[in-house]
């Protein structure tokens, strides 16, 4: 059963424009979101973060969307720059007592020239 | 400099082998983790560890060993048990509350 899903495996998005990453998740009491960016046979880099008592957070060309209601959040990246091209995983922090990451299977990420 | 080093970058293994694979981390952070990454997709935790002296079991422990002898150090030793060994390995470290986890470069480790 995943508790955070990234339901579209890549997307292709012409430079320029704006590039949206969804991530849902199932658990409410998730409390703190991240995403991440990922290029090929490196580590995951830490791009942008959200608390759930916040519905936005914007950081340069990244911005992070939260939607508790519908236990979703987006990544919007704008405009989208050929760099950006990589795979980018959101991932939940339940903040209890273990605050362990539970991570999403990813999204790659395309931007064509 | 601060940050997390793995290595090696690439280790080759025969069957019925143990590796060890390293992990240091020069950020003072009290937890590290492991994963693991398979092609298309996500991060799986193998091991985790909140405080020296003490690690817990992620979900895909089976095969795997870990020891955190000092607060930088995270090694995982890739026993002969683990069936299917051949991934792409990461290492990462955070705070406590685990507000954000830095990664290192990982380790692809391949069983010939």
């Known amino acids: 059963d995943q508790q955070v899903k990234q339901n579209s495996p890549s997307l292709s998005v012409q430079e320029g424009r704006i590039s949206i990453l969804n991530c849902d998740y199932t658990?409410?009491?998730?409390?703190?979101f991240l995403w991440y960016k990922k290029y090929p046979a490196e580590g995951p880099t830490f791009l942008i973060s959200?608390?759930?008592i916040k519905d936005k957070n914007e950081d340069g060309r990244f911005t992070v969307f939260l939607n508790k209601s519908a236990k979703h959040l987006s990544l919007h990246i704008v405009p989208s720059q050929p760099g950006d091209s990589a795979v980018y995983f959101c991932?939940?922090?339940?903040?209890?007592?273990?605050?362990?990451?539970?991570w999403g299977a990813g999204t790659k990420l395309i931007i064509k020239p | 400099d601060g940050g997390i080093t793995q290595s090696p970058k690439y280790l080759f293994r025969k069957e019925g082998q143990n590796v060890t694979l390293s992990c240091e981390q020069n950020?003072?952070?009290?937890?590290m983790y492991w994963y693991r990454q398979d092609p298309g997709q996500g991060l799986r935790l193998i091991y985790y560890?909140?405080?020296?002296?003490?690690?817990q079991k992620g979900d895909i422990a089976e095969g795997y060993s870990v020891s955190r002898e000092k607060k930088e150090s995270f090694p995982l030793t890739v026993t002969s048990a683990q069936k299917n060994p051949t991934a792409f390995y990461l290492c990462?470290?955070?705070?406590?509350?685990?507000?954000?986890?830095?990664f290192g470069q990982g380790t692809r480790l391949t069983v010939v």
């Open positions: 991932a939940a922090n339940p903040m209890d007592s273990n605050y362990q990451l539970i």
């Open positions: 990462a470290s955070s705070p406590w509350d685990n507000t954000e986890a830095f």
């Open positions: 950020l003072n952070h009290d937890a």
């Open positions: 658990n409410s009491m998730f409390d703190y």
């Open positions: 560890s909140q405080i020296v002296n003490d690690f």
């Open positions: 959200i608390s759930s």
